[in-house]
């Protein structure tokens, strides 16, 4: 089982970006996929979380500007961050849990920045 992540790169402020978080098997097979974002010397923080049922919670940072959703086909968890700000800089990890064990993605890198 597999989890990776995709879609960073640089962004203006104000801009927005789509994450993905591909998995190797049904993403209803999973309690739940979460998205994590680790700034630069900081410890991982939760952004937002999707559930096998498609319920979603956010993190009070993430609230109003985030958006976790899936593939119709689920296979694909996205993350669509809008109104960016440096202080969303980092890399952003997905994690889920399948029967007991937590996977990790590898990681996608989002600088914002001018």
């Known amino acids: 089982v597999q989890l990776q992540a995709s879609g960073g790169g640089l962004v203006l402020p104000g801009g927005s970006l789509r994450l993905s978080c591909a998995a190797s098997?049904?993403?209803?097979?999973?309690?739940?996929i979460g998205w994590y974002h680790q700034a630069p010397g900081q410890q991982r923080e939760y952004v937002a979380n999707i559930g096998s049922g498609g319920s979603t919670t956010y993190a009070e940072s993430a609230q109003g500007r985030f958006t976790v959703s899936r593939d119709k086909y689920d296979n694909t968890v996205y993350l669509q961050m809008s109104s960016l700000n440096p202080a969303d800089t980092g890399v952003y990890y997905c994690?889920?849990?399948?029967?007991?064990?937590?996977?990790w993605g590898q990681g996608t890198l989002v600088t914002v920045s001018s």
């Open positions: 994690k889920g849990w399948r029967f007991g064990v937590e996977y």
């Open positions: 098997v049904s993403i209803r097979s999973f309690n739940d």
